[in-house]
C-alpha cells in the first residue's frame, strides 16, 4: 500500500515510518478498481489483448452520442452523465476508505494476538520459575530434615554413651559402697566379741566383789524400813491419842467432812443444771443440720464472722429467689408481716411450704429469716425416725433451744411428711408415733419466740393435727417460660460471665449472641427446675474448665443442655413407670403426686399460667 495513504490513515505526514507488519494479502477484499478516465485512444497496439476488439460497437455508440448531441436533451444527458461520474467517484473512495480501516483492523489483530502469545509465554516462564523455586525449596527441606535426623542420631548416640558411662561408675560406687560396708560389718563383729570377751572376764575375776556389794546394799535398805516404819507409826499413835483425847478436834473434823460431802454433791448437779443451760441457750441441738445462731466456739474460732452476723443488715426476701409474679407478692406480704411481727414483738404464724423438688422452698425460708431479721434452723425429717425412742427428747431439746434464742427463731422443717404423717397408718412405729405427739404438744399454742415453715412434697400425707397448727399455705410450682429465663440468664451470669471476666480463672466464652441463647436455653428445658437449671449452669462451668484451652463454646453449651433434658426426661419415665408394688404404699402417693406435677408442667396451657 502507497505510504501516503497510510500517512493518511493515521493523520501524519507522507514521510512518517510506518511500522511493517505483516499482513495476509489473501484475506482481504480486492481493491476497486477507478473508473477511466479520458483514454480516448482505442487503437489497439500489436501483440495486445484490445487487437481482437470489435470496433463496430464503438461506432454505434458514436453514432448514438452524435444523436444525442444533436437532440434537445444532449446538455441534459451529459448533466446526468458526469453527475453518475461523480458518485462512482465517490463510492470509490468509501471503498477505499473501507479497506483502508479493513487493513489497520487486521494490524491491530495482529499485534493483540502477539501480545497475548508474549504473556502466555511470561506466565509460561513465571510457572516453570515458581515450579524450579519449589523444588529448590523441597530439596532444601529435605536436606535440612536430612541434616537434623543426623544431628538427632548423634545425640542419641552421644546420650547412650552418656548413660552408658554413667551406669558405669554408678554399678562402681556400688561396689566400693558394699566393700566399705562388709569391712566395717567385719570389724563392728570383731570388736563386739572383743568387748563381749573382756566384759565376761572382768565379771568372771569381780564375782565375789558384786556379791558382797549386793549383800551390803540389801542390809542398809532393810534397816531404812525398818526406822521409817518405826517412826510413822510413833507419829499416828501420838496423833490418834491427841485427837481422840480432844473432843473440839472430833467436831471440828466431822463438820468439815460433812461440808466436803454438801460441797461435792453441789457441785455435781450445779455443773448439770449449767450445763443444760447453756446447751439449751448456746448449744446446737443434734436435729439442726444447719443454723444462723452461733454457738461460742464459732465465736471464738471466727470473731469476725460472727461479729458480721450481728451487725448485718436484713435483706431483701427474694433476692436470688426467681418465682412467679402472683407467687412472688404473696410471699412478699408474707415477709413485710413477719418482719414487722417481730418487730412489734408479736405471735408468729406458722407456714406450710408444697411443691416439687428444687422449687426454691428452703431457699426462700433462708432469705425471709434473714429479711426478717431472725435466726433460721434448718431440720430434715428423714433424722427423726433412726432416733427411737431418743426422739422424743432430741424434740423437746429442739423447742428449748429455740424458745432461748433473743432474736427469735425460723425452724424451717424440710420432708416434714417423714415423720409428721398420719397417726391412723400402721407404717408409723410407736417410736414416731410418740415422737409426732412430742412435736404437737410444743407447736400446741402460737408462740412470740419461734416460727414453724413446713415443706413437703406430698402435703396430703401430714397429720390432720399438723395441718390444723399451719396458718398459710403456699405452692411452689415449676417454674414457666418466663422464670425460666430470668433463671438461666441468673445462673448465666453467676457461673460463667463472672468467672469469665476475672483474670485470674481459665475460663473463657465463645463469639455467640448470650442473650438469644438464655432465650433459646429457656425455651428447650421446659419441665426442669430450678435446681436443675442451676446444676446444668455448674455443668457448664465445669465443661468450660475441662476444655483444651478452657474456652466455653456455643456447641458445649447445647450439648450439656440436650443431656440435662434427656436426664430430666428419663427420671420422670422411672416415676411414670413405678408401681406402688415397687415402692410400698406410703410412696404410691408421692409418685402419683410427681405425675401429676409432671403432667401439668407438659400441658399445653403451662406457659400460659405462668
Not at 237 to 257: E, P, S, V
Not at 430 to 448: K, W
Not at 492 to 503: H, I, N, R, S
Request: proline share 4%; glycine share 6%.
Amino acid at each position: 500500500m502507497d505510504n501516503s495513504i497510510l500517512s493518511r490513515f493515521f493523520g501524519g505526514k507522507g514521510s512518517t515510518e510506518i511500522p511493517d507488519l505483516k499482513v495476509d494479502s489473501s484475506s482481504l477484499p480486492p481493491p476497486p478498481t477507478p473508473p477511466d478516465k479520458g483514454n480516448n485512444d482505442k487503437t489497439p497496439k500489436p501483440g495486445d489483448k484490445w487487437s481482437n476488439f470489435d470496433p463496430t460497437g464503438l461506432e454505434r455508440a458514436a453514432k448514438a452520442a452524435r444523436e444525442l448531441d444533436a437532440s434537445a436533451h444532449a446538455k441534459d444527458a451529459l448533466e446526468l452523465a458526469r453527475h453518475q461520474e461523480q458518485t462512482k467517484q465517490v463510492e470509490f473512495q468509501s471503498k477505499l476508505k473501507e479497506y483502508e480501516t479493513q487493513v489497520e483492523h487486521l494490524k491491530i489483530e495482529q499485534i493483540r494476538a502477539q501480545n497475548e502469545e508474549r504473556q502466555k509465554t511470561l506466565q509460561q516462564e513465571a510457572k516453570l520459575k515458581k515450579e524450579q523455586a519449589e523444588y529448590q525449596d523441597l530439596l532444601s527441606r529435605r536436606r535440612y530434615d536430612d541434616q537434623l535426623k543426623q544431628q538427632s542420631l548423634m545425640n542419641e548416640d552421644n546420650l547412650r554413651k552418656q548413660e552408658q558411662s554413667v551406669e558405669k561408675q554408678e554399678s562402681m560406687r556400688r561396689a566400693t559402697l558394699e566393700h566399705e560396708m562388709k569391712l566395717r560389718r567385719e570389724n563392728e563383729v570383731a570388736r563386739a566379741e572383743a568387748e563381749a570377751l573382756a566384759r565376761a572376764k572382768a565379771d568372771r575375776e569381780n564375782q565375789d566383789l558384786r556379791f558382797e556389794e549386793i549383800r551390803l546394799n540389801a542390809a542398809e535398805r532393810r534397816k531404812t524400813w525398818q526406822d521409817n516404819i518405826k517412826a510413822i507409826g510413833t507419829v499416828v499413835g501420838d496423833g490418834a491419842k491427841a485427837f481422840l483425847t480432844d473432843w473440839d478436834k472430833i467436831t471440828n473434823a466431822a463438820l468439815g467432812i460433812t461440808l466436803a460431802a454438801g460441797g461435792i454433791y453441789a457441785a455435781k448437779y450445779g455443773i448439770g443444771a449449767t450445763a443444760r443451760y447453756v446447751e439449751a441457750r448456746i448449744g446446737k441441738p443434734s436435729l439442726v443440720r444447719e443454723t444462723s445462731r452461733f454457738t461460742v466456739f464459732e465465736a471464738v474460732s471466727h470473731p469476725i464472722k460472727t461479729a458480721r452476723r450481728i451487725f448485718s443488715k436484713p435483706e431483701d426476701s427474694l433476692r436470688g429467689v426467681v418465682l412467679k409474679p402472683t407467687l412472688e407478692e404473696r410471699i412478699r406480704d408474707i415477709a413485710i408481716a413477719t418482719r414487722n411481727t417481730k418487730q412489734n414483738k408479736g405471735v408468729y404464724r406458722n407456714i406450710l411450704l408444697h411443691g416439687p423438688p428444687g422449687t426454691g422452698k428452703t431457699l426462700f425460708s433462708k432469705k425471709l429469716a434473714m429479711h426478717s431479721g431472725m435466726d433460721f434452723a434448718i431440720m430434715t425429717g428423714g433424722d427423726v425416725a433412726p432416733m427411737g425412742r431418743d426422739g422424743v427428747t432430741a424434740v423437746h431439746k429442739l423447742f428449748h433451744w429455740a424458745k432461748s434464742s433473743n432474736r427469735g427463731l425460723m425452724l424451717f422443717v424440710d420432708e416434714a411428711d417423714a415423720f409428721l404423717r398420719k397417726r391412723s397408718t400402721e407404717k408409723i412405729s410407736e417410736d414416731l408415733r410418740a415422737t409426732l405427739n412430742a412435736f404437737l404438744y410444743q407447736t400446741g399454742d402460737q408462740s412470740s419466740k419461734f416460727m414453724l415453715v413446713l415443706a413437703s412434697n406430698q402435703p396430703e400425707q401430714l397429720d390432720w393435727a399438723i395441718n390444723d397448727r399451719v396458718d398459710e399455705i403456699v405452692e411452689f410450682d415449676l417454674p414457666g417460660r418466663d422464670e425460666r429465663e430470668r433463671l438461666v440468664r441468673m445462673y448465666f451470669d453467676k457461673y460463667v460471665l463472672e468467672p469469665a471476666m476475672e483474670k485470674k480463672q481459665r475460663l473463657k466464652l465463645g463469639d455467640f449472641d448470650f442473650g438469644s441463647k438464655c432465650t433459646e436455653i429457656a425455651e428447650t428445658t421446659k419441665g426442669l427446675s430450678g435446681r436443675e437449671i442451676s446444676k446444668l449452669a455448674v455443668a457448664w462451668q465445669a465443661t468450660g474448665y475441662a476444655s483444651s484451652d478452657g474456652t466455653l463454646t456455643e456447641q458445649m453449651i447445647d450439648e450439656r443442655v440436650n443431656d440435662a433434658v434427656k436426664q430430666h426426661q428419663l427420671k420422670m419415665e422411672w416415676i411414670a413407670h413405678a408401681s406402688p408394688e415397687q415402692k410400698g404404699d406410703d410412696e404410691a402417693g408421692h409418685l402419683t403426686k410427681k405425675e401429676s406435677y409432671f403432667a401439668a408442667e407438659h400441658a399445653p396451657k403451662s406457659d400460659e399460667k405462668s
